[in-house]
């Protein structure tokens, strides 16, 4: 299963790195974060609760305006 999730608040590589990071530690979770396209990309092993998605991200500082 595949979810596209976006991100506001992202500047830097330094974000995604973090974003990325948070995500991929999910169980089950494999994150490829876009800085150009403010979103994250993510394959899911199972299916997951997308609040931990969102506190996943928003922990971090950045805002989750979507997930598709």
Known sequence: MNKTVKIEGMSCQ???MRINKAL???KGVQATVSLENK???LVLKKEIDEKLIRSAIEDLGYKVTEIL
Request: glycine content about 0%; overall charge neutral; hydrophobic content about 45%.
């Open 24 to 26: 991929n530690a999910l």
């Open 14 to 16: 330094h974000c995604v």
């Open 39 to 41: 979103t994250a990309q």
